[in-house]
């Protein structure tokens, strides 16, 4: 039987070659579409929703409150077991001052000795004050230093409708990888100054979004925050109250004073008050604060499943469109 000249198997050989061929083909007719710049002028959508922002560990450096105002008023307040001790702290001051001829110096002495404290404990009971009210209180500042807190996502934020000014985007190519196109033969192409009416699109989505460094709020500033008044049947304290060594006025006591001799006592009284607990009915408060300042918050964000539907473009302009493979 003939067999026939120059027939042979397929090689693995053949086929890479036909492989590698294919693919200088293929990007012989990928094209890319370059936009120098994409400008447009308004634009608006209908519908702005993000799934999810994912808040890291936030740390913020300073926290400034200002003019923190209270308004208390309340009903009947009860001190239990109340008891006081009254310290008299005595001194003994005594001076001497004998006038001598010149130039022999004159004597002069002046000293004090404490005696000893003395105290004296009583036992007061129970103290009921029938009202207290407009008792205001005020702290002027308050500054809190080096804050760590863990923050909550924020799911299913719906932003409702939005408008849009001055969109601008440099430098695109459509698409990176390029693009076929078949059955069409097309050589290079370009446009310059194209203007566009209005461009629509039924969704634009963004599956993830991570931003490289973290999200810094160099200052956050709110003012004239009125908190919602609040009330309370009955607020009672747990542990017991202890006001130790409240000091009052210094009372001199002259004994002396004639002639070259001086004498005196100096009393100095504290009080120490103790009390088992504090019972404060039907309490009722309004707070103002003046300025809450941030300074230099710091987190890391992960924001997800960012969606725009109904979206319209005003105004599109093109400075260029070039078609090239």
């Known amino acids: 039987m003939a067999e026939l000249a120059g027939s042979s198997e397929p090689t693995a050989e053949n086929s890479s070659s036909v492989n590698g061929l294919s693919s200088v083909l293929a990007a012989a007719i990928m094209r890319r579409i370059n936009l120098p710049k994409f400008i447009s002028a308004s634009g608006n959508a209908s519908s702005i ?14 926290v400034e409150i200002e003019d923190v105002k209270t308004e208390l008023d309340t009903g009947m307040v009860t001190i239990e077991n109340a008891r006081a001790i009254v310290s008299l702290r005595i001194s003994f001051n005594y001076g001497l001052h004998i006038n001598l001829p010149w130039p022999i110096p004159d004597i002069n002495i002046d ?14 009971g129970d103290i009921t004050i029938p009202t207290l009210e407009n008792v205001d209180l005020v ?10 807190a863990s923050l909550e996502p924020v799911n299913n934020l719906d932003l409702g409708g939005g408008s849009f000014t001055g969109i601008k985007l440099d430098d695109t190519v459509l698409p ?13 192409l370009n446009l310059n100054d194209v203007n566009v009416p209005s461009v629509s699109a039924a969704r634009l989505s963004v599956d993830g979004f991570s931003p490289d460094k973290p999200l810094l709020l160099p200052s956050i500033s709110i003012k004239n925050i009125e908190l919602p008044s609040t009330s309370a049947p009955q607020v009672k304290s747990e542990a017991p109250v202890v006001v130790p060594d409240v000091s ?35 309490i009722s ?33 093109l400075e260029s469109v070039t078609i090239e493979g």
């Open 176 to 188: 990176s990888a390029g693009f076929a196109l078949g059955g069409l033969s097309l050589g290079a």
């Open 139 to 148: 702290i002027p500042s308050v500054l809190l230093e080096d804050i760590q």
């Open 49 to 62: 929703k993000i799934d999810e922002i994912r808040l890291g560990e936030a740390s913020v450096d300073r």
């Open 285 to 317: 408060a309004i707070s103002t604060i003046e300025k809450i300042d941030l300074k230099d918050t710091q987190s890391t964000a992960q924001i997800s499943g960012v969606s725009v539907d109904g979206l319209d473009l005003n105004s599109v302009e």
């Open 248 to 282: 009052s006025e210094s009372r001199n006591i002259p004994l002396i004073s004639r002639g070259p001799l001086r004498a005196s006592i100096d009393i100095d009284p504290t009080l120490t008050f103790a009390i088992s607990s504090m019972v404060i009915n039907d």
């Open 111 to 124: 000293d004090s000795i404490s005696i000893g404290t003395i105290r004296f404990p009583f036992d007061i």
